[in-house]
């Protein structure tokens, strides 16, 4: 939904999740009062996931992390999941903030490694996700609304995207690529060279 009527931010506030904020000498991290494998994660990975369009602190950090936090340790628990996560990611991208896009593409980086098969099951959904890729692929000035974000973490949304789609054909299957191309046209395969 509409920025600051995230479900993931009313959750929050309701102190629904098993997540508090801790610090540490590397900054901040979430503090997790329940394992994380133990959790419900048809639950919380979609609510975590709808969280990436924040932008505000704390609640931007503990979408962010906290997906990072369950993709590490969700194992088999992530296929079953991952169309529930289509939307949320589809909404992440189309709001088509650069700091934004950035944080979902390294989420989805993380997504395709997370758990046997996870890529391959994404690849009917790259029509959903990749078209809006298109606009920024070719982006490799950092202005307007993302220099100082992509300064400070020394990163270039071009690449990113670049490096995303690789990671999806990697881990994709004997279709992925046929499949990126037919949405992201300039998109030249890391494999077949």
Known sequence: GPLGSTAFRKFYERGDFPIALEHDSKGNKIAWKVEIEKLDYHHYLPLFFDGLCEMTFPYEFFARQ?????????????????????????????????QVICVTLKVLQHLVVSAEMVGKALVPFYRQILPVLNIFKNMNVNSGDGIDYSQQK????????????????????????????????????????
């Open 66 to 98: 906290g997906i990072h936090d369950m993709l590490e340790h969700g194992g088999n628990k992530i296929l079953p999941v991952l169309p529930q996560l289509i939307i949320p990611i589809k909404n992440a991208l189309n709001l088509r903030n650069r």
């Open 154 to 193: 020394r990163e270039n949304i071009g690449d990113l995207i670049q490096e995303t789609l690789e990671a999806f054909e990697r881990y994709g299957g004997e279709n992925a690529f046929i499949n990126i191309k037919y949405v992201v046209p300039t998109y030249e395969s890391c494999l077949l060279n």
